[in-house]
């Protein structure tokens, strides 16, 4: 320990002797390790930490699958079968897909808020007690309508003021009292941002119908019980049922999957790529400090030899010189330990909202232990090749009169190695940003299959007491509130619909064509359908291709009719016009419902940009039970300029209704974009720090090996060599170094970059644009980093060069 002492003592004295050397060898690493140690913090959040619940280890996810589907929800029915039959999990719960809007009232103004609908069991099985109350119970699902209510901590907190006696009282949403039962005690973490939950209800004729598949499964299996176990009887539970309903079973079952799995789903392999990209990073950061160490352990060759000579071993010099690496790695660390707290705020921010445990992101202490891991991984590894080549010096040569002359080219290997090695990974990292952003610009310039431009949405959801049993009063309500807005300045267009495109909502059904039926009455097609209003298709400016569109005259009494989009025309008519051909649709109920076409629309993109525009089916407002739409309107105004409008335009309508939800159309495909964004916006940062790398370690190489030179371009310029063919040697010498770099980098970039497909849109792993443009930008920067110091060796003065020769 005392010697250990001494060699930390020596060690600062040294570095802080070097303070030039030491501040860039600490930045270089604070950097690397500042950017792994944020994405780490990611990682370690989203995909090493156990589940924010009770035995997580034993939560499982349940899929509904069909024929025509994957990954789908359970319809009520089903699950509670599933729940009654089964004999493998300790609870079984389900929720809602998607939040429900209800307009609460009895406060001093309307507001709409967010819901989900949740099963008896849902709670018991995360492992989550009430702050306040209770769970629900079997008792309250045996309603139409639920009567009970549990309350999210933050809406507990916001709008009734922490209040410890709110249990027993009722809450009135959309019209409807409720008694608040419980209390969470943290909003519900991965699934949901509901301010309320409500209790599922199974006497309602919407949970009735087997058809209707809209509830997500999570259960907690029994101790001892394998996932293989649980899924075989799933299994047989789905085969007694297919026997039993084959009008609406037949084919369907449940997958069960590890929670953790499902939950983390696509972010994996992208953060796995962001975390290969910043490793590779702070790979070419170590090559940096490798080679200043290199350079500077040269100055020090009298140091060592001395050393040597009073009986220094080689183990004891490796040790010293390991020690310094050590700590340079350590303050790099710690610097970087501050980048990456600013980092990981910076990511909170930016980060999109389907990441998930986005939240939970920080610098935990596993995040720590893995910093400090890698600064002392880091400080061996830059530290340890030049500690080894410069203990393994010439005494004799070292201490003799003169020895300070240049290095021989096979002493220059070393710095040789790590430049080529530097271009390699930087090419590699360069490679992976430019695809990434070659394919974020063809995505950004997508045209989604409508105009954007001054476009403003909000959500408009009707208190469900008062118009659940009137087509008519629905649609005079939509009516009155599209005449409202439409009469206001500089407004264009008003139109509603269902789901919104590129929002995350969604809606489809099962329809088959009535001039064409399938063999067997149990095949039926499936396509999305939206419910639309007024002048949504011209608000949106999606054409139309042909026939007519909804009109006033489409009422509830009236003929029911249907529009379908291009695809939709495609996919099932062919080259034959669908034009008065009739759909039988599924909209709830026990029957199908048959509408004649009259019109097809241009199709458009509805989940995400980079889809082929899917079949879709239209239906007028009028016409369905729909009581929550999406408000669309053009104008020349911003959303926060038309908000007051709108608000006003349904409080008039309506006292008990409120809007929600405002945003521009821009918005909302910015949010859709938001994930493919924040994995380019971090990969090209990196390659950026990559190719500044690069260009500071060629540059740094290339003056050292100037300055060892030196006295050999003196003697050459003395000889009559000219500045142009010195300019020749030191620059050529530098491109070999990194056109070898590009070489081997090509051949690693081929080679990763085929894991990057996923990742891409309307780009090819293998795109040679974007592999030449990076190679010319790297080339370009290499042969900058070279010329400078070639430069100051056009200007070496003989007669100074050679006057101690």
Known sequence: MQTLWQDIRYALRILAKNSGFTAIAVLTLALGIGANTAIFSVVDAVLLRPLPFKNPERLVWGFGNCPLCSGAAVSPMDFADYRAQNHVFEHLGAFGLGNLLFNLTGTEKPEQVKATMVTAGFFETLGIQPLLGRVFLPADEQVKEPRVVILGNRAWKQRFSSDRALIGKQVTLDGASRTVVGVLPADLPLFSDADFWIPAPFENEGMASRRGHFLRVVGLLKRGVTLAQAQAEFDTIASHLAQEYPDTNKGWSVTLAPLRTVLV??????????????????????????????????????????????????????????????????AGGIAGTLLANWGVALLKKLGPESLPRLNEVSMSGGVLAFTAGVVILTGIFFGLGPALKASRRDLTQSLREGGASGDSRAKHRAHNALVVAEVALSLMVLIASGLLLNSFWRLIHVHPGFDTANVTTAEVSLVYEKYRDSDAARAAFFDRLREHIAAQPGVDSVGFISELPLSGQANDTFFTVQENPPADPDDRNDADIRVVSGDYFRAMRIPLLAGRSFTTQDAPNSPRVALVNRPFAVRYFGNDNPIGKHLHIWEGGKSFTAREIVGIVGGNKHFVMQETPRAEMFVPQAQSQDARMNLVIRSVSEPAVLAPEVRAAVSAIDPDEAPSSFRSMSDVISASEAGDRFNTILIVLFGAIALLLAAAGIFGVLSYLVTQRTREIGLRVALGAQPQNVLRVIVGHGMRLALIGVAIGLVGALAATRWMSSFLFDVKPTDPITFAAVVFILTLVAFLACYFPARRAMRVDPMVALRYE
Request: charged content about 20%; aromatic content about 0%; glycine content about 4%.
């Open 265 to 330: 789903g696509d972010a994996k392999p992208a953060l796995l790529v962001l975390l290969g990209a910043v490793a590779l990073v702070l790979l070419i950061a170590c090559a940096n400090v490798a080679s200043l160490l290199l350079a500077r352990n040269t100055t020090r060759r009298r140091e060592i030899a001395v050393r040597t000579a009073l009986g220094a071993t080689r183990a004891r010099l490796v040790r010293q010189m390991l020690t310094e690496s050590i700590l340079l790695a350590m």
